[in-house]
């Protein structure tokens, strides 16, 4: 699980979720990468640390996956929202998931779409 660690000169600064707490200067905190998709580019470099994490290029910089991102970036966005095909997916499968995640009542498709995925494998 990544990690964000505040750095910065204050030995206390506000956090951008109001959910989390306050950031402690040189206090590691887990967070989940949905979180730092979400959250990153408020997070500069100068006062944060990011461990554990890396970065997918975003064709619409909007934190949902899309045909840059890789196939292993894809599953743990999906397994954030505990969304888990079983055996192997694709990547065209795993982005039909992500569209069904994101649409109004995706979570029916979702789970046709998982059902279907371990039919094929069997």
Known sequence: MPTVTYIGRSHIRRNCDSKFPDWEQNKPV?????????????LDEINFRIEGWEVS????NDGIPDEAWSRKDISAWLANYNIKPKGYATKSTLLELVATVMSPDGVAETEELVAESAEEEE
């Open 30 to 42: 887990e967070v989940t990468a949905a979180w730092l998709d979400f959250y990153h580019p408020r």
């Open 57 to 60: 290029e975003d064709i619409g």
